[in-house]
């Protein structure tokens, strides 16, 4: 006998959390099921520390529910991942694994938060708190005795994965950083941009090159295999026939929407991609009660990505009420803070001591606050400007006369992802009781 909700949100990031939030506060008499899948909570955006530092992983995960989970009265968290969403019955069937093993659960309206898969960088749908510490160990473990590293994908995580290899790991292995395009940041311009910035591109290459010692190699694989990380020695074969040896491969792109659990009658509920096939309302055109966030056909553009994917989530969990209510449903529109941009807001080469982040494209306040039109970084930036309470303050914005870049951002920026809480995450630090502590990193 499933038990009956009024929306179902799955996911376990940013997106899925703002859908459940918001509908938490519009309408308390609304019954949700906040399908999260996993009994802990961990911060991707952390995930180059961490998986070249197993030491790291901690610090950004919370494997105590009771602390991370919100206190919504009409939410309901269930913490074992969908198996099977049948979008004919308006039924989601749960793993046979965790808290809520086998549970069947209905709804009116569903959104689906479920993210891209992304090898290592995320954790498998459905993974377990110790099985997650473990491949977050076997990964650092296996970057730190390796000769050669190859990161798959020059974007910003591939670039980001770079620099924290240097930072923890040192400058005695080669790393080698693969680019369908022969250029670093090839995809992550936004789509309202047509090439990247090229002063950027050149200078995070001159960067990533002579500093940081990272060979960008032009070069693509189309073999499947290479979708998923290898963490032992191995040999790629390019689709123009160069082979590379490794001792550790890692993708750094996103692999495809995690839809694989979808089930209908329709054959035009996802597109080639697996993407949900959606309108401008981000409704999916065979099933109209259900809503997708980042996983869908209509794209929503524009950086900081966090930002958009809150008003993504916000504006479908209202699209959700809509729908129970037999309302009509509304054309999204991006009214998100900061207003979206064509470019990210920076390019980080690594965190914290030896990193380097580069400031690209802030918003016109923040701009003038980060002192980049002038370039009065440090000492020069004045009150308030300067974050006195987060580590790296003194040259966020770079030095005085310099360009908005550098090691003393980088620090700041590690120390500022711990403050970043608003966005549902909480209680970092704890692994809890039921999984020992790993081994330190020597």
């Known amino acids: 006998m499933a038990t009956s909700f009024d929306v179902a949100v799955v996911g376990a990031g940013l997106g899925a959390f703002h859908a459940a939030e918001e509908i938490a506060k519009k309408s308390k ?37 009771e602390k991370w989970q919100q206190r919504w009265p009409n939410v309901q968290y269930f913490l074992s991942s969908a198996e099977r969403i049948d979008c004919d019955k308006k039924e989601i069937r749960l793993v046979n694994k965790g808290p809520d093993a086998g549970a069947l659960i209905s709804y009116k309206a569903v959104i689906l938060a479920t993210g891209s898969k992304s090898p290592l960088i995320s954790p498998s749908p459905g993974m377990s708190l110790s099985e997650r510490i473990a491949e977050v160990q076997a990964c650092g473990k296996a970057l730190r005795s390796a000769k050669t590293v190859i990161f798959n994908g020059s974007g910003l995580v591939g670039v980001e994965m770079c620099g924290d290899f240097r930072v923890q790991n040192g400058y005695s292995a080669r790393i080698i950083l693969l680019s369908r395009s022969g250029k670093v940041l090839d995809t992550d311009f936004g789509e309202k941009s047509q090439s990247p910035n090229p002063a950027v591109v050149q200078r995070v290459t001159d960067i990533l090159t002579r500093k940081f010692k990272v060979e960008v190699k032009h070069g693509s694989v189309s073999d499947p295999k290479f979708s998923d990380a290898i963490l032992s020695p191995g040999s790629l074969k390019l689709d123009d026939g160069e082979s590379l040896d490794f001792d550790v491969y890692i993708p750094c792109f996103p692999v495809g929407p995690n839809t694989g659990s979808l ?116 000492p020069c930036c004045p009150p308030p400007c300067c974050w006195c309470c987060v580590a790296g303050c003194s040259g966020v914005c770079g030095t005085c006369g310099g360009p908005a870049e550098g090691e003393a951002p980088a620090i700041f920026m590690k120390s500022l992802l711990q403050k970043f809480q608003i966005h549902g995450y909480k209680g970092f ?12 990193m020597t």
């Open 429 to 440: 630090g704890e692994y809890g009781g039921e999984v020992p502590k790993q081994d330190k």
């Open 263 to 378: 089930v209908s009658s329709k054959r035009d509920l996802l597109d080639a991609k697996g993407a949900l096939l959606t309108n401008e309302s981000l409704q999916s055109t065979s099933h109209p009660e259900v809503f997708g966030v980042g996983i869908t056909s209509t794209k929503v553009p524009g950086h900081p990505v966090s930002a958009r994917i809150t008003a993504a989530s916000q504006h479908c969990a209202l699209q959700a009420l809509a729908v129970i209510e037999g309302k009509p449903v509304q054309v999204f529109k991006d009214k998100g803070a900061p207003p979206p941009m064509a470019h990210p807001m920076n390019v980080k080469i690594g965190h914290g001591p030896g990193g380097y982040l580069i400031w690209t494209s802030l918003p016109g306040p923040a701009k003038v606050c980060c002192c980049q039109c002038c370039q009065g970084g440090f």
């Open 29 to 65: 008499s609304t019954k949700v099921a906040f399908i999260f899948g996993y009994t802990f909570q961990e911060f991707p955006l952390a995930a180059a520390m961490y998986l070249n530092n197993p030491d790291e992983h901690e610090k950004w995960t919370c494997g105590i529910p």
